[in-house]
Nanobody, 124 residues
């Protein structure tokens, strides 16, 4: 079973920047989109950002547009979520996930391989 691995979480002050990383073992995947999700205490998990299999398409949830950037590629098996202008409301456990995506024109409709999560805390 494919297991993704996140890193880069931590404590940051409001207005600060963090970049999360996501990788996976084995050979580079073909036709897989990558998504970043987060879950805050007492809240449901929400999708934050996604990227298509070759990076030709990205999408963001409204609350992070203009502040977060998803990038990376399967050639190096590394994906990132750069988070700027962080707000206390961004505090959550962040997960990356992989799902089949064949067209490079959209995000994966479903995600079936997940990481263990990395904690991001935005606080002064």
């Amino acid at each position: 079973q494919l297991q993704l691995v996140e890193s880069g979480g931590g404590l940051v002050q409001p207005g600060g920047t963090l970049t999360l990383s996501c990788t996976y073992p084995g050979s580079p995947l073909d036709y897989y989109g990558i998504g970043w999700f987060r879950q805050a205490p007492g809240k449901e998990r929400e999708g934050v950002a996604c990227i298509s299999t070759s990076g030709g398409y990205t999408n963001y949830t409204t609350s992070v547009k203009g502040r977060f950037t998803i990038f990376g590629g399967h050639a190096k098996k590394m994906f990132y979520l750069q988070m700027n202008s962080l707000e206390p409301e961004d505090t959550a456990v962040y997960y990356c996930a992989a799902g089949h995506e064949m067209t490079d024109r959209g995000c994966a409709p479903d995600y079936y391989a997940w990481g263990q999560g990395t904690q991001v805390t935005v606080s002064s």
